[in-house]
């Protein structure tokens, strides 16, 4: 959404790392079957200071392309962080009941910048219960894991990784659950990643007998983007150079600060989180384990509907959550 009101070379920066804006931004999608929900929800929202102007072009674009309205606040208030935070949890259906403290708005604080998104999926097939064992992390401790014997699920590897995708009802949307073959290569498989390993991870390709254990886990993370964004390329935002004139009426301001919080939670049932060609077939051999008992990667992905019975292609429409677990 900013990049619609960047120019110059801070647009260019950020369409460097971004690529091509999409001409259709995702919509919240839903999908029922039998009570069981598969549902993905966004929300964005411009909180400006009562002191700012918008470019009204820029107010109506937001409104036409990303369903986004504007609200003005005070944020010399309390009552401004409360009103952001209620935005939150209600888009999040209360997993995430703060994003942002009173220590983070200054009397500077000109334009604040919400993305909201929940998901919560029940799995194609439910685990069995769970049961106690020991995930390889430094130190080693006690997890529950969950485990199911399955056919047909999309299984990918490369030499140093195993790749999983776990489908959700109706195959709406699926995890995918990217292993190191070492217990301690998550750190080499994170150096190396990339969108062709992306690729290849998500890549049709059904395997007939997996054993799968993975680890009940919740996670609630907090990130300030800030030194990310600077590292990939996106800089000039950040300093007194920046350009948001297809936004702001005054060019004397700059990007503070990017703050990223998410939650997950994934059991036997499914997942609940808050913060996605050829259909070819692997020879069929002896049976496979997969198992998630040491870190690794995971992702979840919405993906392009499929027939009604029978999945033809699993093709990824865009990434929803991205996390590891160690």
């Not at 929900?37 to 036409?64: D, H, R, W």
């Not at 208030?77 to 009103?83: D, M």
């Not at 919400?114 to 997890?143: C, M, T, V, Y």
């Not at 609940?272 to 040491?294: G, M, P, Q, R, Y």
Request: with cysteine; net charge neutral; glycine share 4%.
């Amino acid at each position: 959404m900013t990049l619609f009101g960047a120019k110059g070379t801070t647009a260019i920066e950020i369409s460097n790392v971004i690529g091509e804006v999409n001409q259709d931004y995702p919509k919240n999608e839903e999908d029922d079957e039998e009570g069981q929900n598969t549902k993905v929800l966004f929300a964005n929202k411009f909180f400006v200071s009562n002191t700012t102007e918008l470019i009204p072009e820029f107010s109506n674009l937001m409104q036409q392309k990303f369903n986004s309205d504007v609200q003005s606040l005070d944020f010399k208030t309390s009552e401004a962080v409360e009103k952001i935070n209620f935005f939150v949890k209600k888009v999040t259906q209360g997993k995430i009941k703060k994003i942002i403290s009173t220590e983070e708005i200054s009397p500077k604080t000109s334009v604040i910048l919400i993305n909201a998104l929940h998901f919560s999926g029940s799995w194609l097939e439910k685990f069995d219960k769970r049961r106690p064992e020991l995930f390889k992390s430094l130190p080693p401790r006690q997890i529950d894991m969950i485990e199911k014997l399955q056919n047909e699920w999309n299984y990918n590897e490369g030499n140093d990784w195993q790749a999983l995708g776990i489908p959700y009802k109706n195959k709406m949307a699926y995890m995918y659950i990217v292993l190191p073959k070492n217990e301690d290569g998550l750190q080499s498989l994170l150096q190396k990643m990339d969108y062709s390993i992306f690729k290849e991870c998500t890549k049709s390709k059904m395997r007939d007998q997996i054993t799968v254990s993975i680890p009940c886990f919740e996670i609630s993370q907090e990130f300030e983007l800030q030194e990310i964004l600077k590292k990939i390329g996106i800089t000039e935002i950040f300093t007194t150079k920046c350009n948001l004139s297809g936004m702001l009426k005054d060019q004397n301001q700059k990007l503070d600060s990017v703050i990223h919080k998410a939650t997950i939670n994934v059991d036997e049932n499914g997942t609940e989180a808050s913060a996605a060609t050829e259909f070819n077939f692997a020879a069929c051999c002896k049976k496979l384990i997969f198992k998630a008992d040491h870190p690794f990667l995971y992702f979840i992905t919405l993906n392009e509907t499929f027939g009604e019975k029978k999945i033809k292609e699993v093709k990824v429409k865009k990434v929803l959550f991205m996390g590891i677990y160690c």
